[in-house]
């Protein structure tokens, strides 16, 4: 009984092993936002120089949690604040159709 036991885990364990291998897809730094021209703001940067350099932005969400954290939705990308500094700067994804 014992015999056919390890030889039950033994062929699982073969039949499992080629399960566990997967593809790894590796897209560039610089390929995942797609061509743009806009900087973002940098962290650490104030809500002043923000305005300045960007303007006034499309959405400005309140400030929630503890510490506050606000968001600022430009045209391309969202910057987020901790009180009056930037902490995130993100770029919005922009799906390109296949065969561009």
């Known amino acids: 009984m014992n015999y056919l036991i390890a030889l039950f885990?033994?062929?699982s364990l073969l039949f499992s092993i080629n399960l566990a291998q997967a593809d790894t897809l590796q897209i560039p730094v610089g390929a995942q936002a797609g061509e743009?021209?806009?900087?973002?703001p940098s962290r650490g940067s104030s809500t002043q120089s923000v305005l300045q350099r960007h303007g006034e932005p499309h959405v400005r969400h309140p400030a929630i949690?503890?510490?506050p954290i606000s968001r600022w939705d430009y045209?391309?990308?969202s910057v987020y604040f901790?009180?009056?500094h930037v902490v995130h700067?993100?770029?919005h994804h922009r799906p390109t159709r296949s065969g561009e």
Do not use: W, Y
């Not at 743009?36 to 973002?40: A, E, N, R």
């Open 9 to 11: 885990a033994g062929i």
């Open 36 to 40: 743009t021209s806009v900087s973002l």
């Open 65 to 67: 949690g503890q510490p």
């Open 75 to 77: 045209g391309d990308f």
């Open 82 to 84: 901790e009180h009056d």
């Open 89 to 91: 700067s993100v770029r």
